[in-house]
């Protein structure tokens, strides 16, 4: 057996034995022998891309979606350098990920050879750990090696504590198929039992917070245990302040008009907390992150005591866990914003019932009309955030979105690898240049397996969340700097890849036309000026509704 075929297949069985399920591949030459290992290991699920950049966030939103470790292979060259804005979200949003590059071996580094480029530490600080896994040699111990490194890269990536990318370079020397020898100078065989190295992992303690009947549970993008710690919040008579992707955003408790009630200084101040406790990573209510800072305790829990989220700076303790304590006399600190949530969702309600089609109205309905045990993915920009402002608590739907480092490209790779891994129907909301930056996202070979992922994209023709910041007033420059319309007709986009695909020109139409099966594309048009106008009445009407009410 060639050396290149004996690493490639005790690597794949090894990962397979910790627990890899999921393979994405962008074929090239250079890791032929990784794509026929993964071929052949019928342990694996194989899907394959044309697109490096693709292949990095379907792989991202499979990871995601399963919480599991999935490996992303590519050969060498700039096809590495491809999957690095995926490697960076998956960093940031604390994502498992394994990260396959193929490389030239050292002979051919530095001399001009074809698609060689330095691909040592490629990623930087993003990834969690990197291994030069060397070129392989027909040596005894090299099996040893090879499935030791890969429970390794497998346990790290996966955490438990810090989740996130790493990175395996592997270069390999021709030949780059099986040769039909099957001799080596060793056994290749894995160990019977399970993996070459069994990880252990012992709980930790958790933080006691003293009684308090002023206590708010804020929950964001990447939270943990989040059921175990809204049940506590219920029992201590804490409201619930759950960003949509949090998972926290139901229940009595939930209070999903914070970002209005946030931003009026009569009732921030009147609502001041003792202690907030934060799981995840908030980040999408300007006035929420304001808040903050006003609480005389500010517990962050993270899993991870080497980097926990803290924008703000405000954080006073942080802890793996906590325990949130019941407090007698806390009910009229609930009730308060309970009376403060009702008023302003009928006045949210109400501007959004009154104006036909609007973003903000796009997101509240599809919210409302997804069959339970649905997925919802949300695009990194203005849906998560009309998501956030709008979203009616509801149990029954999972809400992920890229928060890491909160781009616009590969999400609709995301979407379709996170609604593969999904057990259920999945919708995503999406904005038109979100669409256009990853329209090779919807390329998918006969073989692959196929999403039921319904795709609703806002149009607006260009950037609307530059409409509702600063740069609005920049009239001289602002539409072709700021707004950059494209003028796309997404219809022939979506014929081009033969994605059903169905417009929506009233907002009534819209629970009939997500309804379906399989990959497939429906598109509502808005004005930006008009949805700015939209996020001008909301928080008008919210203001006026809660200042009746304190």
Same mark, same amino acid.
């Given at each position: 057996?060639n050396p290149?075929?004996?690493?490639?297949?005790v690597?794949?069985d090894?990962?397979a034995?910790c627990?890899?399920t999921?393979?994405?591949?962008?074929?090239?030459?250079?890791?032929?022998?990784?794509a026929?290992?993964?071929?052949r290991?019928?342990?694996?699920?194989l899907?394959?891309?044309?697109?490096?950049?693709?292949?990095?966030?379907v792989?991202?939103?499979?990871?995601?979606?399963?919480?599991?470790p999935?490996?992303?292979?590519?050969?060498s060259?700039t096809a590495?350098?491809n999957?690095?804005p995926?490697?960076?979200?998956?960093h940031?949003?604390?994502?498992?990920?394994?990260?396959?590059t193929?490389?030239r &071996?050292p002979?051919?580094?530095?001399?001009?050879?074809?698609?060689?480029i330095?691909?040592?530490?490629?990623?930087?600080?993003?990834?969690?750990?990197?291994?030069?896994?060397?070129? /392989?040699?027909d040596?005894?111990?090299?099996v040893?090696?090879?499935?030791?490194?890969a429970?390794r890269?497998?346990?790290r990536?996966?955490?438990?504590a810090?989740p996130g990318?790493?990175h395996l370079?592997?270069a390999?020397r021709?030949p780059?198929? &099986?040769? %039909?020898?099957?001799?080596?100078?060793?056994?290749?065989?894995g160990?019977?039992t399970?993996?070459?190295?069994r990880?252990r992992?012992t709980p930790?303690?958790?933080?006691?917070?003293?009684?308090?009947?002023?206590?708010?549970?804020?929950v964001?993008?990447?939270a943990?245990n989040?059921?175990?710690?809204?049940a506590?919040?219920g029992?201590?008579?804490?409201?619930?302040l759950?960003?949509p992707?949090?998972?926290?955003?139901?229940?009595?408790h939930?209070?999903?008009?914070?970002?209005?009630l946030?931003?009026? /200084?009569?009732?921030?101040?009147?609502?001041?907390?003792?202690?907030?406790?934060?799981?995840?990573? &908030?980040?999408?209510s300007?006035?929420?992150?304001?808040?903050?800072?006003?609480?005389?305790?500010?517990?962050?829990?993270s899993?991870?005591?080497?980097?926990w989220?803290?924008?703000?700076?405000?954080?006073t303790q942080?802890?793996?866990?906590?325990?949130?304590?019941?407090?007698?006399? %806390?009910?009229?600190w609930?009730?308060a914003?309970?009376?403060?949530?009702?008023?302003?969702r009928?006045?949210?309600?109400?501007?959004l019932?009154?104006?036909g089609?609007s973003?903000?109205r796009?997101a509240?309905?599809?919210?409302?009309?997804?069959?339970n %045990?649905?997925?919802?993915f949300c695009?990194?920009?203005?849906?998560?955030?009309?998501m956030?402002?709008?979203?009616? /608590?509801?149990?029954?739907?999972?809400?992920?979105?890229n928060?890491?480092?909160?781009?616009?490209?590969?999400?609709?790779?995301?979407a379709?690898?996170a609604?593969?891994?999904?057990?259920?129907p999945?919708y995503?909301?999406?904005g038109?240049?979100?669409l256009l930056?990853?329209?090779n996202?919807?390329?998918?070979?006969?073989r692959? &397996?196929?999403?039921?992922?319904?795709?609703v994209?806002?149009?607006n023709d260009?950037?609307?969340?530059?409409?509702?910041?600063?740069?609005?007033?920049l009239t001289?420059?602002?539409?072709?700097?700021?707004?950059?319309?494209?003028?796309v007709?997404?219809?022939?986009?979506?014929?081009?890849?033969?994605?059903?695909?169905t417009?929506?020109?009233?907002?009534?139409?819209?629970?009939?036309?997500?309804? %379906?099966?399989?990959?497939?594309?429906?598109?509502?048009r808005?004005?930006r000026?008009?949805?700015?106008?939209?996020?001008?009445?909301?928080r008008?009407a919210?203001?006026?509704?809660v200042?009746?009410?304190?």
């Amino acid at each position: 057996m060639n050396p290149a075929t004996a690493l490639a297949t005790v690597l794949m069985d090894e990962l397979a034995r910790c627990g890899l399920t999921e393979v994405v591949l962008a074929p090239g030459s250079r890791s032929a022998p990784l794509a026929i290992a993964v071929h052949r290991e019928s342990r694996l699920r194989l899907h394959v891309r044309v697109d490096e950049r693709s292949a990095g966030f379907v792989a991202l939103g499979l990871a995601r979606r399963s919480e599991r470790p999935v490996a992303v292979i590519c050969t060498s060259g700039t096809a590495a350098a491809n999957l690095h804005p995926a490697v960076i979200e998956a960093h940031e949003a604390g994502v498992p990920l394994l990260v396959l590059t193929a490389d030239r &071996p050292p002979e051919l580094r530095g001399t001009a050879a074809n698609q060689t480029i330095d691909q040592l530490k490629l990623y930087g600080s993003a990834v969690r750990m990197f291994a030069e896994v060397g070129v /392989p040699e027909d040596r005894p111990g090299q099996v040893a090696y090879w499935r030791s490194l890969a429970c390794r890269a497998y346990q790290r990536a996966l955490g438990p504590a810090d989740p996130g990318p790493v990175h395996l370079n592997v270069a390999f020397r021709e030949p780059l198929i &099986p040769d %039909g020898d099957e001799n080596w100078c060793e056994s290749l065989e894995g160990d019977a039992t399970g993996p070459w190295v069994r990880v252990r992992m012992t709980p930790s303690a958790a933080l006691h917070i003293a009684p308090t009947r002023r206590g708010v549970l804020v929950v964001g993008d990447g939270a943990s245990n989040v059921r175990r710690y809204v049940a506590a919040a219920g029992m201590a008579g804490w409201p619930v302040l759950s960003e949509p992707n949090g998972g926290a955003r139901y229940g009595d408790h939930a209070v999903s008009t914070y970002h209005f009630l946030l931003g009026m /200084p009569e009732f921030a101040d009147a609502h001041r907390p003792d202690v907030v406790v934060t799981l995840g990573r &908030p980040g999408l209510s300007r006035p929420l992150l304001s808040w903050l800072k006003r609480a005389e305790e500010h517990i962050v829990v993270s899993p991870d005591l080497s980097r926990w989220p803290d924008p703000t700076r405000s954080a006073t303790q942080v802890a793996q866990a906590v325990e949130i304590p019941v407090a007698a006399g %806390g009910d009229s600190w609930l009730r308060a914003w309970r009376r403060a949530e009702t008023a302003a969702r009928e006045a949210i309600d109400g501007v959004l019932d009154a104006g036909g089609m609007s973003e903000p109205r796009i997101a509240r309905d599809l919210a409302d009309n997804l069959p339970n %045990g649905s997925l919802l993915f949300c695009g990194s920009s203005m849906p998560v955030r009309d998501m956030e402002q709008v979203m009616r /608590p509801r149990r029954g739907v999972r809400v992920l979105a890229n928060r890491g480092a909160s781009g616009i490209d590969g999400l609709v790779s995301t979407a379709i690898g996170a609604a593969i891994a999904h057990n259920g129907p999945a919708y995503a909301l999406l904005g038109d240049l979100s669409l256009l930056h990853d329209q090779n996202g919807l390329i998918l070979g006969p073989r692959e &397996p196929r999403p039921d992922l319904c795709l609703v994209v806002v149009n607006n023709d260009g950037g609307g969340i530059f409409s509702l910041l600063p740069q609005a007033a920049l009239t001289d420059t602002f539409e072709r700097v700021f707004g950059t319309p494209h003028g796309v007709d997404l219809g022939y986009l979506a014929a081009a890849t033969g994605t059903p695909y169905t417009p929506v020109s009233a907002i009534e139409d819209l629970p009939k036309a997500i309804r %379906g099966e399989g990959l497939r594309i429906v598109e509502a048009r808005t004005d930006r000026e008009s949805n700015a106008a939209v996020h001008a009445a909301l928080r008008d009407a919210a203001q006026v509704a809660v200042r009746a009410v304190l």
